[in-house]
DNA sequence: CTATTTGTTATATTTAATATATAACAGATA
DNA sequence: TATCTGTTATATATTAAATATAACAAATAG
């Protein structure tokens, strides 16, 4: 996988999983009814214990990124992806505000920060749906 | 004053400490040379210890976003805020990466995105050093 | 059917971060 | 000098994170 870990990290390993499989799905090198690797090969590959991997997808396959069968494994979600719900939103908002307010402290021009939530935003976006059939 | 903790929380408190005086720094609501409750002051308003109070406050001063003297005690940073580091800009782009991938994997439209972006900053930046009457 | 692989559950342990509790120390200042 | 400041030093309790084994249950391949 494309997966890549930092065990220095103060980011917990599972939260990193989380969030580079996410960043998968978001780039199209993930697409809805791909498998990723059980648990045991995934955890194998990495170096780590298969119950931090399985963390990581228990809270995908909660938040409804990932499906779960039990001899297939895990695959991601076939039956449309979760929306905006209000829980991202309040998140998104509590995130970006912490982010915007050391901005406005060390000076950042507003145009600098929405350039570089844009330029984020659309380097993920850009080989997304390409998949659209 | 303005802080208000969630004890129940996953963020730590030294954290939503730090979080919500920078938020007041960029409001405008905390100037230059604005004194700060000492730690034993504060943890007591709070109802936590003087030593997460100190936590927040070495890390800001770390940081350069406070000035610590003897008996003076806290103050905020009088001799120019801190600027756009390459450090905050790699924590910017790492937390924006994250919350972009999720975003663009629920669907959201690039101008929704850049609009909440925009709108979280604007709030912010509205209020600095406006507050002088 | 049988064997294998899957996720799942259960228990226990280790490590590190967080937060608290006391106490004492040292500099500035009223 | 007395007092308030941040600071340092220990010690402890709690929780999250990660690991280690083991066993279980469902789906599937042979």
């Given at each position: 996988m494309f997966?890549e870990l930092?065990?220095?990290?103060?980011?917990?390993i599972?939260?990193?999983?989380v969030?580079q499989?996410?960043?998968?799905?978001?780039?199209g090198q993930l697409?809805?009814?791909?498998?990723?690797p059980?648990?045991?090969?995934?955890a194998?590959?990495?170096?780590?214990?298969?119950?931090?991997?399985?963390k990581?997808?228990?809270?995908m396959?909660?938040?409804?990124?990932?499906q779960i069968?039990?001899?297939?494994?895990?695959?991601?979600?076939?039956?449309?992806?979760?929306?905006?719900?209000?829980?991202f939103?309040?998140?998104?908002?509590?995130?970006?505000?912490?982010?915007?307010?050391?901005?406005?402290?060390?000076?950042?021009?507003?145009?600098?920060?929405?350039?570089s939530?844009l330029?984020?935003?659309?380097q993920?976006?850009?080989?997304?749906?390409?998949?659209?059939?």
């Amino acid at each position: 996988m494309f997966v890549e870990l930092d065990l220095q990290s103060e980011v917990p390993i599972y939260t990193q999983l989380v969030e580079q499989i996410i960043e998968g799905i978001a780039r199209g090198q993930l697409k809805p009814g791909d498998p990723l690797p059980s648990v045991r090969s995934l955890a194998a590959d990495l170096g780590i214990n298969l119950h931090t991997v399985n963390k990581a997808y228990q809270i995908m396959k909660q938040e409804g990124f990932l499906q779960i069968h039990r001899k297939q494994g895990v695959v991601v979600q076939s039956g449309g992806m979760p929306g905006v719900t209000a829980e991202f939103e309040a998140k998104l908002e509590r995130q970006l505000k912490a982010l915007a307010a050391e901005g406005v402290v060390r000076g950042m021009q507003e145009e600098t920060f929405v350039r570089s939530c844009l330029d984020v935003f659309r380097q993920l976006q850009g080989n997304s749906g390409k998949e659209d059939s």
